[in-house]
């Protein structure tokens, strides 16, 4: 069965670089959502996107924006970045409320390292 | 502030025996999920139970929920090297796609 994709797997950039990360939901789920998740952290709610159309934000930076397509993958554009940054990026996607069970279980992708110099 | 802490933080234990980890929250949930995530890899969804229910069983997995206490368990059972990974609880409220906010997570080590 199709995942989540998320390109690149790895990345290196220097401080005050920018950086694009893709996401490609599963065919069918209509929201992604972006976490960041620092080394022995837990994963951090960034923002999400239902319908490509922005649903919820969390604690993303003013210097991170993200959007959705019309093929609904998704792309996380990251400037200026700094050390902290360094970070696991993950994408997921669902389906919403899922009528068996009542909740909105995501799928994660394998995630993109960022690695800032 | 974390919407759910772990507890413990960390946890190594031998092969075959049973492994418990602890969850709790702050504001009102729909559902409690657990994941797991092997090291620097994606998070996997492992089980689900709803405010409404109190126990839930899957496989060697069992998890528990006290909503009056704003807690939930997750026992591993007859564990097996494979298990080592991170777990993590994650609370979502009512809306439809909410997204889920995650705790800190249970390092567990299974000692073969």
């Known amino acids: 069965a199709a995942g989540v994709i998320q390109s690149p797997r790895h990345l290196i950039k220097e401080k005050r670089e920018t950086a694009t990360l893709k996401c490609y939901p599963i065919p069918r789920h209509d929201t992604v959502y972006w976490y960041q998740q620092g080394p022995g952290q837990d994963p951090q709610f960034l923002i999400s996107?239902?319908?490509?159309?922005?649903?919820d934000k969390g604690s993303i930076p003013d210097r991170f924006s993200a959007q959705q397509f019309s093929d609904y993958h998704s792309e996380l554009n990251m400037s200026s970045l700094e050390l902290g940054d360094s970070a696991l990026y993950f994408c997921?996607?669902?389906?919403?409320?899922?009528?068996?069970?009542?909740?909105?279980?995501?799928?994660f992708g394998a995630g993109s390292r960022l690695t800032v110099l | 502030s974390q919407q759910g802490e772990e507890d413990p933080q960390a946890l190594s234990i031998q092969e075959g025996e049973n492994a418990t980890m602890n969850c709790s929250y702050k504001t009102s949930i729909n559902n409690l999920q657990w994941y797991r995530q092997n090291s620097g890899r994606g998070l996997v969804h492992l089980i689900l139970i709803r405010s409404n229910e109190r126990e839930k069983h899957s496989g060697r997995l069992r998890v528990t929920l006290d909503t009056s206490k704003k807690s939930s368990s997750l026992l591993i059972t007859a564990s097996r090297a494979a298990d080592t990974a991170s777990y993590f609880c994650?609370?979502?409220?009512?809306?439809?796609?909410?997204?889920?906010?995650f705790g800190t997570g249970t390092r567990l080590t299974i000692i073969p």
């Open positions: 997921a996607s669902s389906l919403g409320l899922d009528l068996f069970s009542g909740a909105n279980v995501l799928t």
């Open positions: 994650a609370t979502a409220g009512n809306f439809g796609n909410e997204k889920l906010t």
């Open positions: 996107f239902y319908e490509k159309m922005q649903s």
